[in-house]
């Protein structure tokens, strides 16, 4: 597609559970962006992507979570032993030039 | 720190106008974007000041004032489906972006 792409677009976990998140850029975007957005809240920034590398991980909320990107495109973000405060939606941002392009986000659920 | 200042909420009535106002507090300036959020939707990008002025579109015009640290997005004849959230955001000298905490506007027929 010509968007950006998340999955899953929902996921309910119970607590202590890995979750894995995917992110499928739009095509040539360098820039890719993590962001968490709990319900009625704003933006909070988890890590920034130039190309492969991550010179901004300083919103990473703890060592349980974990992100990369391979091949330039495609990045995954991995919270481990979740716990019932990372419920949130997890929104994904491409960006070439600026402008930013979101996903759909991925709402995650832990019970 | 870094900071953006932008109401919590705004109320105003179908067919008026209605300015929402963003200060900021950041290391270097890139330039000011606007965001619009729908509720359970993704944020879709609005307009962008780099310069100082107005910059107008359609309904939609954004206003910067880089000497006052200020913006604001001005809507024109509202519509209902404008209700929405409304977020500001800076670049700084480190060409990364900062949010403000959103402005939530609701519209009343």
């Known amino acids: 597609g010509a968007g950006v792409s998340q999955s899953p677009s929902n996921k309910v976990t119970e607590k202590g559970k890995d979750v894995e998140l995917r992110c499928d850029p739009i095509?040539?975007?360098?820039?890719l962006y993590w962001y968490r957005q709990s319900l009625g809240q704003g933006l909070e920034f988890l890590i920034y992507?130039?190309?492969?590398?991550?010179?901004?991980k300083s919103g990473l909320p703890s060592d349980r979570f974990s992100a990369e990107r391979t091949g330039g495109s495609v990045s995954t973000l991995t919270i481990q032993r979740t716990q019932q405060e990372d419920s949130a939606v997890y929104l994904c941002?491409?960006?070439?030039?600026?402008?930013?392009?979101f996903g759909e986000g991925s709402r995650l659920t832990v019970l | 720190g870094q900071s953006l200042e932008q109401p919590s909420e705004v109320t105003a009535v179908e067919g008026a106008i209605v300015q929402i106002n963003c200060t900021y507090q950041t290391s270097g300036f890139y330039g000011l974007s606007w965001y619009q959020q729908h509720d359970g939707g993704a944020p879709t990008f609005l307009s962008y000041?780099?310069l100082d002025g107005l910059e107008e579109t359609g309904r939609f015009s954004s206003f910067l004032s880089r000497s006052d640290s200020y913006g604001y997005l001005l809507l024109q004849e509202l519509q209902m489906k404008d209700s929405a959230s409304y977020f500001c955001a800076v670049r700084d000298s480190n060409y990364q972006l900062i949010w403000g905490a959103g402005t939530k506007l609701i519209i009343k027929p």
């Open positions: 941002a491409s960006s070439s030039r600026g402008e930013l392009f």
């Open positions: 000041n780099a």
């Open positions: 992507f130039q190309g492969n590398s991550a010179p901004d």
């Open positions: 095509s040539g975007h360098t820039a």
